[in-house]
């Protein structure tokens, strides 16, 4: 019986291990076919095709984007700052969302918050969204038109709502109330600091909303200068129009381009600071996403 | 009575202060979801971006039997509902397989390890998909092909065969969303009592009897949670996954043109604002009656896992 048991465990931790291991490998082997692909000679891959392997190992198509980095970091900085700025404002305002809409003595919260819930079940669709962006507000091809749609959901505002009425005791926001502090300065001084992890998992939402976000370009930014760093890979690999305008732009030095090869190293640049950001900020995804599902 | 006036002036200062500290919120769900709520108007008209609103022709119910006659909407319909269906079975059904394993399978390295490697992903935009689809299928030069030709195989042409495109999209689906879906399976499976299992094991249940009578069961109502809610947004459809896999390739419209990219399409190159309306009021409200339909069910049988 026990010798079974013993059997079963050990099988059981094979399958386990294998099929996990496998899965694993197939989640991170398309980022080491981008990684290889843009380490290899173009001329190589515009005769043979892509191999998983490197063909002949070369930088060539990194120091020719390095070589003429402006557009790039352009794109950089336009997504930067989108994201900064797009973050900050978000926290501030649906942290505030979420103080009022937690506090039992608030008789209008349940109204709001079904109110900010009814817009995920029933909307206009894109197209009065569309046009309320552009015509009505005007944003078109403005840097505010890619950064303000996007600052609050439903979701992070619940998500928020959540994570102060589990952190917040509600006898000491009583207390701070009954020694005459206002609201607002209860917010302020004892909320906030009680939910470092909170804003730490809805900022970093936020964030990687932003950095991923190639659409609200793509709808409504036309001056190139203005495209978010998703976008500019987009359409570079649509139809390499961007990085042909940037080497006309420095005609001086006659390049050839690596066409091929630097779509790939583009798509390097544009993905590695999340890569490289990932270790570290896990755990605060893993926390919003198990919070969020539960009460969500 | 006259501490009960304070309290109630000192009540009314606490809802200014409380609204004033949801304006911005406010103002954001006016601005952008309940005004454009009226541009379902648009939906009814031959629109013009000079007559505005109330400027464009009324054309009634024209933009829907459009719709309707051509085809269009019974094609887009049946490829977003399959493919959500095929999403919610397989994407469930892999989630809890996955949560299941990464739960008891021993070694705390390997368990965190592979744990971050299924979850990477989710991490990266739809942009990457589009660089990595074209790396693999690309006719000239892509991985496949080449691998192919390194055979002797001839090549595939992936972009003029609709045959292999379903199976393609609910991998990269399952691809970006595994990894996030088994998280949330996971925080329920470490929520279950560990006597559980210790008196199973007592009663001479292994690994294979446990996960099948006591994990299993108690996942269902996770489960069913998420399954109700993905019911619900059956007709949302995953436009940055289809539109970045497929983008505008019309040979394969057949089997990838969901709702939302024909709502895209229609607005962005066609620049057929009422037709391209009338689809996004046709998702919303149709959308909207099976999420009451199904809410209005649920909680009459079990209102316990009532969506709202």
Redesign the interface.
């Known amino acids: 019986m026990k010798i079974k048991r013993g059997r079963e465990t050990v099988v059981f931790q094979i399958i386990a291990m294998v099929v996990l291991a496998v899965c694993a490998l197939i989640s991170v082997l398309p980022f080491l076919i981008i990684i290889s692909g843009s380490l290899s000679n173009n001329e190589l891959i515009s005769r043979e095709g892509y191999s998983i392997l490197p063909k002949q190992l070369t930088p060539q198509a990194y120091t020719t984007i390095l070589r003429i980095p402006e557009s790039l970091l352009t794109a950089y900085r336009v997504t930067i700052v989108n994201t900064l700025v797009g973050s900050l404002t978000g926290l501030i305002c649906m942290s505030m969302a979420g103080y009022v809409l937690s506090r039992k003595n608030f008789r209008h919260r349940n109204i709001i918050s079904f109110l900010i819930y009814f817009t995920t079940i029933f909307g206009g669709g894109l197209v009065p969204w569309y046009i309320m962006i552009s015509n009505t507000l005007h944003l078109k091809d403005s840097l505010l038109a890619i950064c303000l749609p996007l600052i609050m959901s439903p979701f992070m505002i619940i998500l928020m709502r959540t994570f102060i009425s589990n952190n917040v005791p509600d006898s000491l926001v009583e207390s701070c109330r009954i020694d005459g502090a206002g609201e607002f300065s209860i917010y302020l001084h004892i909320v906030l600091p009680l939910i470092p992890s909170g804003l730490a998992t809805i900022g970093l939402f936020l964030g990687l909303m932003y950095w991923n976000d190639w659409y609200m370009s793509s709808m409504f930014i036309s001056t190139p200068a203005k495209f978010e760093l998703q976008f500019y890979l987009y359409n570079m690999l649509s139809g390499f129009e961007a990085f042909k305008q940037m080497n006309t732009a420095s005609v001086t030095e006659s390049v050839s381009i690596p066409s091929e090869t630097v779509k790939l190293a583009m798509a390097v640049f544009v993905t590695g600071p999340i890569i490289l950001l990932y270790p570290f900020v896990q755990r605060f995804f893993i926390s919003g996403i198990t919070i969020g599902a539960v009460k969500g | 009575m006259k501490t009960n006036n304070r309290r109630r002036r000192l ?1 009314d200062r ?2 200014l ?2 609204y ?3 304006l ?3 103002v ?2 006016v ?10 108007y ?1 939906a009814f008209t031959k629109f013009s ?1 000079t007559g ?1 609103l109330f400027g464009s022709q009324f054309v009634g119910l024209d933009n829907f039997k459009y719709l309707f006659k051509s085809g269009i909407l019974f094609r887009i319909t049946r490829n977003t509902i399959l493919y959500n269906i095929a999403f919610i079975l397989i994407g469930n059904f892999a989630q809890i ?2 949560a299941v ?2 739960s ?3 070694g705390k390295l ?1 368990k965190r ?2 744990q ?13 998909l ?3 689809v ?3 299928f ?1 006719y ?4 496949v ?3 192919f ?1 390194s055979m002797g195989i001839a090549p595939y042409d992936f972009y003029n065969k609709t045959a292999l495109w379903p199976f393609i999209i609910i991998f990269f689906y399952l ?1 970006k969303s ?3 879906g088994s ?2 399976y996971l ?1 329920s499976i470490t929520g279950i009592d560990p006597e559980l299992y210790e008196s199973a094991s007592i009663d ?1 249940a ?3 009897k446990q996960i099948l009578y006591i994990t299993l069961p108690l996942l269902k109502a ?1 489960f069913i949670t ?1 399954f109700l809610f993905s019911l ?1 947004s059956i007709l949302k459809g995953q436009f ?1 996954l289809f539109y970045q896999l497929v ?1 505008s390739n019309g040979n394969l419209f057949t089997v990838t043109d969901i709702i ?1 990219t024909f ?2 399409r229609s ?2 190159t066609d620049f057929d ?1 009422g037709r ?2 009338a ?3 046709y ?2 409200v149709f ?2 009656i099976l ?1 009451m339909t199904v809410n209005t069910i649920i909680k009459r049988k079990n209102p316990e896992y009532a969506l ?1």
């Open positions: 009540a606490h809802y202060v409380y004033l500290m949801l911005p919120t406010i954001f769900f601005v952008f979801n309940y005004i454009p709520m009226t541009g379902i648009y971006f505005g397989v996955l394993l990464i008891r399978v021993m390997f390890i592979t971050s490697m299924l979850l990477l992903p989710y991490f990266v935009s739809f942009v990457i589009r660089v990595l074209y790396n693999l690309n000239e030069i892509g991985l092909n080449s691998t030709a691809w595994v990894g996030y998280v949330i925080a001479g292994g690994v294979f996770t998420l619900g940055e983008g939302d709502v895209f607005l962005t604002i391209s309306s689809a996004g009021v998702q919303s959308g909207f999420i709202f």
